[in-house]
């Protein structure tokens, strides 16, 4: 594998389910972050990891909840999802010196 | 507020044509610029980074410039061709916050 991972591709879930998505970077890389990509609106970054240490917090719900458990590693845990989270959820990573991000191909999440 | 826009929305040109994608943002204490590409559906592929302290970066058919002071980057794409159709992300980095523009989407007509 190569560049910036994430599983899965897909995901249909229920507002009462629980669910992860994961990324996985072999760019070796020590930043990594996660963004929601909804229809007609910018890319919304929603947590930002900086050496396994999360830095950034943008008044994003609590029922999303990162984890990064290595400079590798980074998941999204969803509970209690609303259909208006329905989008395309992106990570990305970069070294903490350029902050040049290299994306992976995304999770299209739908709430029903 | 940091904001970042793009102008146009959306552009339709013949193959062939030289075009230039605008990108204006309002915190002019940007660390760097980074231009991408996104396909329907896809993630975003990096394009060009220019450091707070370039005036300009290259690519093959690519140049984007950065002016600090007027709050400004363009995109500038030599020859267009079919295959440049995709949307166009301009991304203002402030350490650890990014401000990502609307977009340009691209559309090259054969």
């Known amino acids: 594998e190569t560049g910036v991972t994430q599983t899965p591709r897909h995901l249909v879930m229920g507002m009462t389910n629980k669910k992860s998505l994961k990324c996985e970077q072999h760019?070796?890389?020590?930043?990594m972050y996660w963004y929601k990509q909804s229809a007609k609106k910018p890319l919304e970054l929603m947590f930002v990891y900086s050496l396994e240490e999360r830095v950034e917090n943008n008044s994003v719900p609590s029922r999303f909840s990162p984890e990064c458990p290595n400079s590798s590693h980074l998941f999204l845990h969803l509970h209690t999802l609303q259909p208006e989270d329905s989008a395309l959820y992106l990570c990305a990573s970069s070294q903490v010196a350029n902050y040049e991000q290299y994306f992976g191909p995304g999770t299209r999440l739908t709430v029903t | 507020k940091q904001e970042v826009t793009q102008i146009p929305a959306a552009l339709s040109v013949p193959e062939g044509e030289n075009l230039v994608l605008n990108c204006s943002f309002t915190?002019?204490?940007?660390?760097?610029l980074q231009w991408f590409r996104q396909d329907p559906g896809k993630g975003l592929t990096s394009l060009l980074l220019i450091q707070s302290s370039q005036r300009e970066q290259t690519s093959g058919r690519l140049n984007a410039s950065l002016d600090k002071s007027s709050g400004r980057s363009t995109l500038y794409i030599a020859a267009s061709q079919p295959g440049d159709s995709a949307t166009y992300l301009c991304a203002g980095n402030y350490g650890q916050n990014f401000v990502f523009g609307p977009g340009t989407r691209l559309s090259v007509l054969p």
């Open positions: 915190d002019s204490a940007i660390y760097n």
């Open positions: 760019l070796g890389h020590n930043a």
